[in-house]
């Protein structure tokens, strides 16, 4: 049982914002670190973003100054401000705890279904 719910997807074009979501369950969001994360079309998945549960906060450096991750203990969610979007940033975007990145993290192989984040030039 792993929930997960990503939302705020869409199509932008190049330089715009997209705000995206993630509602958790409580007990997998609330003492961990938690990540967003991409997949590109015939691409592996890399990790974007990722936000402890102390707020400490780090970047791959291709987003690294566009995006923003950030989150709500309260409400069990956490978010991607994505600014400055550019057509390389097309993927499937999903969260998760950021263990899941240790592909023998039992949450490696628990995932939501993502929402599709598209950039046109």
């Known amino acids: 049982q792993v929930q997960l719910v990503e939302s705020g997807g869409g199509l932008v074009q190049a330089g715009g914002s997209l705000r995206l979501s993630c509602a958790a369950s409580?007990?997998?969001?609330?003492?961990?670190?938690m990540a967003w994360y991409r997949q590109a079309p015939g691409k592996q998945r890399e990790l974007v973003a990722t936000?402890?549960?102390?707020?400490?906060?780090g970047y791959a450096d291709s987003v690294k100054g566009r995006f923003t991750i950030s989150r709500d203990n309260a409400k069990n969610t956490v978010v991607l401000q994505m600014n400055s979007l550019k057509p390389e940033d097309t993927a499937v975007y999903y969260c998760?705890?950021?263990?899941?990145?240790?592909?023998?993290?039992?949450?490696?192989?628990?995932w939501g279904q993502g929402t599709q984040v598209t950039v046109s030039s």
């Open positions: 936000i402890t549960s102390r707020e400490n906060t």
């Open positions: 409580g007990s997998i969001f609330r003492l961990n670190a």
């Open positions: 998760n705890l950021a263990a899941a990145a240790d592909s023998g993290s039992y949450y490696a192989n628990h």
